[in-house]
């Protein structure tokens, strides 16, 4: 399948634009003539860098508030459209997009439409170019698929053809199965944009809220299986407006796209494979979307080791070794394995730098994380030390594939690997990992995270906090054992003075005996974050709660939550650098997060902070 | 008026919350309830700190999702209630808001709904407790005050009461008419919100999007006048949710709502004098609003004021002398003065840091600021010094008012004050300054500067740049003589790396005859924005323009813009430290900023930076 770009998704100069859609790997491009307008470089020059660079210029465009008209204004019009010809003969472009009227038609008469596009195709043909004529979703006359196809069958000239585009489509609520029945060769053009599920006018829905496939909630499996069966066999390009990317890196936004179009392809290929059907598209495939079995390990970042120890030491990790080569030691408690790493920690005070999934095939992960365009962690492997794959998430994040739980803890060699005997409210395992995300790459951390590690994303929440709203989304495997929570922190948070600001990650380890592991714990000399008392007063007001535990709840200060399918405790631990650990019980099958409770434990964080900070 | 506002619109702790509303000088407060169960003071502890700062806890809110439910809810609730009954009297109490029902309610019957809250009216009554009700946009049965009202009636309690919120009311579009009706004693509170004019689905607008009064759409002082004409003599409450406020400054924000109330209160009491009304709210005015004349002048701070001064020559200002006390310089061109400031300014490389206006009273406008909290610049004045009364506004700029233009000029003293003599193309006076605003202080500026200034806030625009969407609101006076367009800076732009990242601030002068200054400058050696080729084939295809005059302008630079009312020409000076210099001609009734050519702008500056910064 042929891929392409709007050069209006992207941030910086045309120039930067094509370098950056170059360098990702995009067939081409669609030129939108404002970034055009606004450069230095003359059509000639456009037309040689991308000749240089291997893109094709596939689309001019928009071309707007054509049909529909008086005499007076067509004539100003064919005048505009002649002068855009001729600038599109100088880039070598042989194809431009007609947008539906908005502003100044004032004829609605499809016959109208009809005989004035003719006009403009006559033109046009004078210059060998050929039109896209698309309905826009706020088009006044014209603002169905269904309408501009019925308008190109009437205009029937072989140089109009009609532009589908996911948004105009399905932003309404339109059905859009009838784009079988058009015979691919009419269809000139298509446009994908995903979108989340919002309710606003779909203008400004359109203008600041697209996103990439797979980062919304638009089925565009389902309509790019829609395009295979017309026959359509051209390119499919991205049309984006999204007010986070035009401010972000163009060469990294040029990866997420072209990352989602990668992951679309795929996702629809399995589609019609299991339907049955083939496809003139030549749908791509990546390598088996493998389910990840679970938390092999997570590693922390530190230049310090020795107070994320005794946090480990006092929930009852095990020290299990240094690494026979590197700076790197290992604690464990049963399956939850910790790694604090001091490589190249300089000034880093204890961060979630990174975790490894166990898979089927780490072979076959690392096959799809690097068609996926995610960039490979360079790691030395020694004298026989296991080769873990591993990929830098866009949150800098490193995630690590293996097909054994630490096939590579002989390295950290010894007597202390022997398994510990079974303690009553041991850590068993970790449940999540919760990391924060800038706002700039939210949305691409939700892609690469649901594509390379094959994860799904539940809808999203917001949790209020003394320093802003936090947006949280978790991911996880069909059977919750992965789990990765992601949260956007508060841009606003810098301008608050004489704070921390930085929003700490953490690690969510399971027990099954909280009150147990809290005991020992506090025991050990821990100091959990505390929470107040008027919390505990509004538990006792919602939930008819044993005295005995709320009163132990309390004393602990542990939080609780409750749903019809079971009930959740935990804790956490008084943060350490720029984390800080959870601990949870999972009681019956609550499935959440403790979602009321997130309030709590930020409003004390933030009280914490700023005690502490003087 | 008594002014309250709720906890929720700010951020930090409750404790923080309480200082700064105590501080900005507001009556009372609303206890939003998750800001006392996440703080570590006790109620008890909330109680006493209200009584010292001298504040009066107003409403406790919300208690949600009671009425409409089946016996066994009923009774829970009622049980939920009672809690937090002695809550309140440990906080002392006596007013609960209770939201009408939207997640659990079952049983769609006013009868049901009626007995309910009667049997919570009765609850209340043993704890001396008064309930207003609230009828929620999104109430699952009950969601306009018509039916809140209906239902109070028939509850027929003398502690049942109505809770009005405009934005619950206005949101929906409904009639705030017969509010009027209402005897002001059975409405219990007043909640105001504001809103910008968005259409997205009323839940998601009311959680991120209220704002202050005057920072929105919605016609607040008529709905304030009909309250009223109600006879409510009670308190006047904030009650807004918003994003970027909940992240922001605490202390700034309570002035900035407090701000809000004062000029609403103001306005509401202009309109019911104009109507001969009188009201128990007793209505606070402010000094009379006047209508500044025009800029006298602007005044740009910078360390090294040469590269400023070059620039000001080039465009044929002259130098005016050198203040007699301060390293301060002015230079004029007929009624254009500017001011290149030396003090303080070390590290500071040219920037727009304040302006001068003529108002009929400076004394007035004087006092008018004040009230409405507006910080006073110190300044020295010795000697007969002119002592210009001066404010800083929520961006920094200083603001100043005079009854003269220019009466402080003799500080400036010597032959060099004579005028000019007459030239072609000169330079006549200020058309706009342009000023960028940090996002968090936007609507607080827009707020400050139409209160303070009395000047009126025009549609918003947004531009698009390579750095992201740049957001616009003009501010003016009704005859357009002071113009203010306030710029919002994209946040995302310090994550481009190698760029300058600032928003550059500019001042818009104006001449009868562009093209022969043009022409002057370039002979004084000039250097303009260069203005890409492409940008006037574009305008060739878009307007029929007579030949020489597009020659012309490409040779110049400039840049062209016409509507129905007439044309606009104008011209950009290269960046001097973070300001430049536009110079523009109105020809016949051209009343507009020339926004189309903003993009161009924008993107001639990023190439700039580019080749300039490495």
């Known amino acids: 399948m042929r891929t392409s ?19 990702a790997g995009f067939d081409g491009i669609e030129i939108f003539e404002q970034d055009l307008l606004v450069s230095q470089m003359s059509p000639e020059e456009v037309k040689a860098l991308a000749a240089r660079l291997g893109l094709s210029l596939d ?8 049909e529909g008209v008086d005499e007076a204004t067509l004539s100003a019009n064919l ?23 908005v502003a100044t038609a004032n004829i609605n008469d499809d016959e109208v439409f009809v005989r004035q596009i003719r006009q403009l195709a006559e033109l046009a043909a004078k210059y060998r170019i050929r039109i896209a004529y698309e309905a826009l979703a706020w088009g006044k006359f014209v603002n169905t698929y269904q309408h501009s196809w019925k308008i190109v069958q009437q205009v029937d000239r072989e140089n109009v053809g009609i532009c589908i585009d996911s948004f105009h489509i399905l932003s309404r609520g339109d059905d859009p199965a009838q784009i079988a029945q058009i015979p691919g060769e009419k269809i000139f053009f298509v446009q994908l944009a995903d979108a989340p599920v919002l309710s606003m006018d779909v203008l400004s829905w359109s203008r600041h ?69 083939n496809s003139a598209l030549n749908l791509r495939s990546l390598p088996g979307g493998q389910q990840a079995l679970g938390f092999d390990f997570t590693e922390i970042r530190t230049e310090d080791p020795e107070p994320v120890a005794r946090l480990l030491t006092q929930l009852g990790f095990t020290f299990r070794g240094q690494h026979r080569r590197k700076p790197v030691q290992l604690f464990s408690s049963q399956d939850a394995r910790i790694v604090l790493n001091s490589q190249r920690s300089a000034g880093v005070n204890a961060e979630v730098s990174g975790f490894g999934v166990r898979v089927p095939s780490a072979d076959q992960a690392t096959a799809r994380a690097q068609e996926l365009l995610a960039p490979r962690v360079p790691r030395l492997h020694l004298n026989n030390e296991e080769d873990l794959p591993g990929f830098s998430a866009p949150d800098d994040t490193e995630v690590f594939f293996s097909a ?18 079974g303690v009553e409210g041991a850590v068993t395992g970790i449940d999540h990992i919760n990391l924060a995300q800038p706002w700039q790459s939210f949305d691409e951390s939700v892609l690469f995270y649901t594509s390379v590690l094959n994860l799904k994303a539940l809808p999203g929440t917001e949790v209020p906090s003394p320093m802003g709203l936090v947006r949280s989304q978790v991911l996880t495997t069909a059977d919750s054992e992965v789990r990765l929570a992601l949260n956007i922190v508060p841009a606003g948070l810098a301008s608050l003075l004489d704070r921390q600001h930085e929003y700490p990650e953490h690690i969510a380890v399971k027990t099954e005996n909280i ?29 008819d709660l044993d005295p005995q535990l709320l009163a132990e709840l309390q004393e602990l200060n542990l939080l609780y939550d409750r749903d019809e399918r079971g009930e959740f405790l935990h804790f956490y631990t008084q943060r350490v650098g720029n984390m ?35």
């Not at 005048?79 to 009227?101: T, W």
């Not at 026959?231 to 991205?238: F, H, N, P, T």
Request: proline fraction near 3%.
């Open 79 to 101: 005048r505009r459209a002649e002068a855009k010809f001729k600038l599109m003969a100088r880039l070598g472009m042989d194809l431009i997009l007609l947008c539906s009227s």
């Open 515 to 543: 009150i147990a592991l809290a005991r020992r714990a506090v025991q050990a000399g821990m100091e959990f974050l505390h929470i107040p008392a008027n919390y505990y007063e509004d538990l006792a007001a919602r939930f």
């Open 404 to 421: 054994v739980d630490g096939a590579w803890d002989q390295e950290f060699g010894g007597d202390n690997l022997d398994p510990e005997p």
């Open 209 to 277: 809220y697209r996103a990439f496939p797979g980062q919304g909630g638009f089925a565009l499996e389902q309509f790019l299986g829609y395009l295979a069966d017309s026959g359509y066999a051209g390119i499919i390009s991205l049309e984006i407006f999204n007010d986070v990317f035009r401010q972000s890196n163009v060469q990294r936004t040029a990866v997420d796209a072209l990352r989602s179009l990668l992951w679309l392809q795929s996702q629809t290929a399995a589609l019609r494979a299991a339907q049955g059907k």
């Open 580 to 614: 800080f650990i959870e601990v949870v019980e999972r009681r019956n099958s609550y499935d959440g997060y403790g979602a009321p409770n997130a309030p709590i434990r930020l409003a004390a964080q933030f009280e914490r902070n700023r005690w502490s900070s003087h």
């Open 59 to 66: 689309l001019f465009q928009p071309f707007r508030d054509f």
């Open 5 to 23: 770009i709007a050069t209006v998704c992207l941030s910086g100069s045309l120039e930067e634009k094509m370098y950056a859609c170059a360098k």
